[in-house]
């Protein structure tokens, strides 16, 4: 069982960064896959990024590649999300996923948190 809590989200201007965190508990950490995916309004949930569980593979969608990086830290128990030169269509809410192997299928991924809202104003 894992419990992922993120935090980190509001409102930036454009061309600001912010950073994700997501704080997991869960006795093994450094098995699972960090995932984050995002939702905006009346669209599909969306693929961000994926890290394996000793941070050896590394994922990032075309959308964010080059402006957002995935990290984590397993002696915290952390994952985090720097996202830079940020768009007004990176608005959504954004969600920490726990999975087993590195992929950009939500349907992969077993455990899920709250969410939290990023909003980039123009």
């Known amino acids: 069982q894992v419990h992922l809590v993120e935090s980190g989200g509001g409102l930036v201007q454009a061309g600001g960064s912010l950073r994700l965190s997501c704080a997991a508990t869960?006795?093994?950490?450094?098995?699972?896959?960090l995932g984050w995916f995002r939702q905006a309004p009346g669209k599909e949930r969306e693929f961000v990024a994926a890290i394996s569980g000793r941070g050896g593979n590394i994922r990032h969608s075309e959308t964010v590649q080059g402006r957002f990086a995935i990290s984590r830290d397993n002696a915290k128990n952390m994952a985090y999300l720097q996202m830079n030169s940020l768009k007004p269509e990176d608005t959504a809410v954004y969600y920490c996923?726990?999975?087993?192997?590195?992929?950009?299928?939500?349907?992969?991924?077993?455990?899920w948190g709250q969410g939290t809202q990023v909003t980039v104003s123009p």
């Open positions: 996923a726990a999975a087993g192997l590195v992929s950009s299928d939500p349907n992969r991924y077993d455990y």
């Open positions: 869960t006795r093994a950490f450094n098995t699972y896959t």
